[in-house]
């Protein structure tokens, strides 16, 4: 990646940590700004009483304290109030009614055996005055119910005139129809009703005289309640009723008033609770938009601080990122003010997997798939569509399954073409993902609705791809980006350079292909970049196209010019071919990695042959001379590559070499650049030589392995 002019003007005045630190400043400024207009409180024109404009839908869940008192009291009130059994109720009231008869009966007697004690007969007609206070004596007494005040004196005369076969009567007749009210239970506040009943009850009966008239009064009196109101365990009941009634809640999305609905005060009093129809002035959005704006960009810092890779890229990658999410957010802001258009659900034709897929091609998927969760989680901001204060989760979820998917659809496809192919793949998960939304919401969709859905989610997938083609040939030249696409493109054998090279230089073309399958191999053993050692390989020898006939692999049966010529010319013309071909890389626009590498695969290394050569014929020369301008090596592709260039010329040059041969031959060549200095510029370890070491030795040994020699097919006849 290069870093833009206009950016390395900024820095040649700021140091790196200010002006990343003013890099993060600004974009949270931007994302603030942005997501400012989706928190910024927003209320409702209407009044009591008038006519709803339009359904209003709740922006967050809320209890309805109104509904939920009212269900809490519909609670109480069915629950049943409690009655405790008064044990032994029935026996006492049949026992005072016995009593009261007995001692009618009691009191008949004591006035015959006086009359028979003073030698008298019994007077047709006895004194009843005497014989009633002689009863009211006798009569129990009981604190709450007076016998003798709740009967009258004419009641007591009809039972004292009547015969003790009618009192038998009467005490059956009563008390055989009270048992029958008081088994079926008798509530202390029915107890006149009960009385009501029994009173009828004994009315169906034919008494002598006025003994009907005293048998309902001895029932009303003897009669008491068999069941006692428990005001405690009522109570009791009715708070355990009370607490298990759940809250009334209106869910985010729930209609609080219907379109053309009268507000009424409970409404306006629902509205008003929720900050709908009041302007009043709060703080809270702004200072829960500036948390979540310092929780994204405290994530990008810490992210980019614990990045393991050169100060000046880091920065580029912030700033392609940063870039790359703020058109996102502007995107999102555009499909934002169309939804405001009253189109439903709109906000899922929204590209969202565009970032995750243009960051994976341009940087790696853990840049691509962090940003995709920072903006599926902006989205549930932008994209709700009623009051601040809440956010979307269905968008959201949405978003982040898109956005995750174009970079998994990505992972392994390095070709341009695969872009709008990942893209269809989106829509489906797209189509899969509003699947879920819908039917678990439980909510109907006539099937117009069902085809806008489909329609949303496919655009959304498609034009994900279509931007992503759009915007990645601009990144690749401002940012000077090297991507896996852009590579793939570059190894194609109809690149100018590689067509001339076929053309004026076959050996070296064989020569570069064997050196890329080496160095892909080592690099991607030690986790360095295989395919742009691939590429880069293509292309180290570009610049023996000028002069290919001094190169051995070119010499197809002619002499070696270098035999005529002197070694500080054969010198020349092979040192040139490293800035030669690094000239011709830049004039045909071919990225700064493939340029360095050809610039650095020979490093500052010593041409042994030619100096040797020059010392044999005694001339004054000095090593320095012999040696490449380099620089040396300063990635490790570039020396990987430098090691599979010599290793496979080497290698070559031996006549069926065993694996022994070959791995002493890697082994030397490695030793020899580590003792030279020719690996100090780039951070490769010595772990890491091992390992490059040991991959060479492999491929060398697959390609150069022992093959049977097949005896020659002999002419018929001979």
């Not at 004194?127 to 709740?150: F, G």
């Not at 006025?210 to 009303?220: E, F, I, P, R």
């Not at 691509?368 to 901001?381: D, K």
């Amino acid at each position: 990646m290069q870093t833009h002019p206009f950016l390395l003007k900024i820095r040649s005045f700021l140091s790196y940590r200010l002006f990343t630190n003013l890099l993060f400043v600004l974009l949270g400024i931007i994302v603030f700004g942005v997501l400012y207009g989706n928190v910024k409180p927003k209320t409702l024109d209407i009044n009591l009483y008038e006519d709803a404009p339009t359904t209003i839908r709740a922006p967050k869940k809320f209890v309805d304290e109104e509904a939920t008192a009212k269900k809490k009291e519909e609670a109480k009130a069915e629950v049943a109030d409690v009655y405790t059994p008064k044990g032994g109720a029935i026996d006492n009231s049949v026992s005072l009614l016995h009593s009261l008869m007995e001692s009618v009966t009691e009191v008949k007697k004591e006035s015959e055996q006086k009359a028979v004690e003073d030698d008298l007969k019994p007077p047709p007609n006895p004194d009843i005055n005497d014989q009633l206070k002689l009863l009211k004596a006798k009569l129990p007494k009981d604190k709450n119910n007076n016998v003798t005040n709740s009967l009258s004196d004419d009641v007591l005369k009809s039972l004292l005139e009547a015969s003790e076969d009618d009192l038998s009567r009467v005490e059956t007749i009563v008390s055989t129809q009270m048992k029958i009210i008081m088994e079926n239970g008798v509530k202390e506040e029915a107890l006149n009703e009960a009385k009501l009943n029994l009173e009828q009850r004994i009315t169906n009966y034919s008494f002598k005289g006025d003994l009907s008239t005293a048998a309902v009064k001895l029932g009303k009196v003897a009669l008491e309640p068999t069941l006692y109101y428990d005001a405690e365990k009522t109570d009791e009941l009715k708070k355990l009723a009370e607490a298990n009634v759940e809250k009334v809640e209106i869910i985010e999305g729930g209609v609080i008033v219907e379109d053309g609905d009268l507000i009424t005060p409970k409404k306006y009093s629902i509205l008003k609770s929720l900050g709908m129809v009041e302007n009043t002035f709060s703080f809270r959005p702004y200072v829960g938009l500036a948390l979540f704006v310092l929780v994204v960009i405290s994530s990008l810092y810490y992210f980019f601080y614990t990045l393991e890779v050169s100060e000046e890229r880091k920065q580029n990658y912030l700033i392609l990122t940063s870039i790359v999410f703020v058109i996102s957010l502007l995107i999102m802001k555009i499909v934002g003010l169309i939804e405001q258009l009253e189109i439903n659900d709109i906000a899922f034709i929204f590209p969202a997997a565009f970032t995750g897929m243009i960051l994976r091609i341009l940087l790696n998927e853990r840049i691509a798939m962090m940003m995709v969760f920072i903006l599926s989680a902006c989205s549930s901001i932008v994209f709700h569509q009623q009051f601040s204060g809440s956010i979307d989760i269905e968008i959201a979820i949405y978003t982040l399954f898109s956005g995750v998917s174009g970079i998994l659809f990505l992972m392994n496809r390095n070709q341009r073409s695969n872009i709008l192919r990942a893209g269809i793949y989106v829509a489906l998960v797209n189509i899969l993902i509003l699947g879920f939304l819908i039917l678990l919401s439980g909510t109907s969709y006539s099937n117009s609705e069902y085809i806008y859905y489909l329609v949303f989610a496919l655009v959304s997938g498609i034009s994900s791809s279509i931007l992503t083609i759009g915007f990645l040939p601009f990144f690749e030249a401002g940012f000077g980006i090297l991507s896996s696409m852009r590579l793939v493109e570059l190894s194609s054998p109809t690149q100018p350079l590689l067509k001339k090279l076929l053309t004026d230089a076959p050996g070296t073309y064989h020569h570069s292909v064997m050196v890329a399958n080496l160095a892909e191999a080592a690099c991607e053993s030690i986790g360095a970049n295989g395919l742009l050692a691939r590429v880069g390989c293509y292309y180290h020898d570009v610049g023996k196209s000028k002069r290919p006939h001094f190169f051995i692999e070119n010499q197809l049966n002619m002499g070696n010019p270098h035999d005529r010529v002197s070694p500080e010319t054969s010198r020349d013309v092979i040192i040139s071919h490293a800035s030669d071909g690094a000239e011709m890389l830049r004039k045909h626009k071919l990225p700064k990695e493939i340029v360095d590498i050809a610039e650095q695969h020979h490093g500052t290394t010593l041409l042994k042959f030619f100096y040797y050569k020059a010392k044999e014929q005694g001339k004054d020369v000095k090593e320095d001379e012999y040696r490449y301008p380099g620089p040396k090596p300063q990635t490790r592709e570039a020396a990987v590559i430098s090691i599979a260039d010599s290793v496979e010329a080497a290698v070559r040059s031996k006549k069926s070499p065993t694996q022994t041969e070959i791995q002493q031959l890697v082994h030397s060549i490695v030793q020899d650049r580590l003792q030279d200095g020719q690996f100090n510029e780039c951070d490769i370890s010595l772990k890491q030589l091992e390992t490059v070491k040991r991959s060479l030795c492999e491929t060398l040994n697959g390609i150069f392995h022992p093959r049977i020699e097949y005896p020659e097919l002999q002419a018929k006849g001979e």
